[in-house]
């Protein structure tokens, strides 16, 4: 899936852009924190809009300043993984995978919940997981959702180590079982070889 993006936009008194076009399975937006890295997510997403550039996934453009399009966030395609999980306190595991699903779309209830070992966690309460299984919900709850892409922002900063290399191995292994590929942002060079992503840096062009 060629992911090809060229967007940039004006905040504070710097410009905040990036220049990719890639069809890896991970591709990693890479920076020290404060660069924009999130920014540019977001941009793709759909939730701020760029001043200037394009997004194309997949030969669908999702936004073109030149040609005035602009697909609204809701209908881009695009899981979303926060720094925070943002689990839904009041519903159980499964009802927080099965949030705002979309059809079968391109991975199946079944095959998420073998992917990331969810099996023994779907009748429990948020609150009583830990901060790696609460991890792995939301990254199921986003694979639900039916996207063509998957956007990870930060999602394993707030793990210690242990927990940090099991979920590096589960998400290194969804494009090539679902087929999605990941945009996924951090300022961590050893999350990117630890997920074989293709590193693209961003930097704030004059």
Known sequence: MLI?????RRVGGRIIGVTMRTDTGISALFGPSGIGKTTIL????????PDEGHIRIDGTLLFDHRQAIDIPSKLRGCGYVF???RLFPHL???ANLLYGRRGEGPASLSTVIDLLGLDGLLDRWPITLSGGEAQRVAIGRALLSGPQILLMDEPLSSLDDRRKAGLLGLIRDIPRRTGI???YVTHDAAEIDALDATRIDVLNPA
């Open 4 to 8: 090809d993006i060229d967007v940039r």
């Open 42 to 49: 977001h941009m793709v997403a759909g939730l701020i809009r």
């Open 83 to 85: 720094q925070d999980t």
């Open 92 to 94: 159980r595991v499964r």
């Open 181 to 183: 590929p990941i945009l």
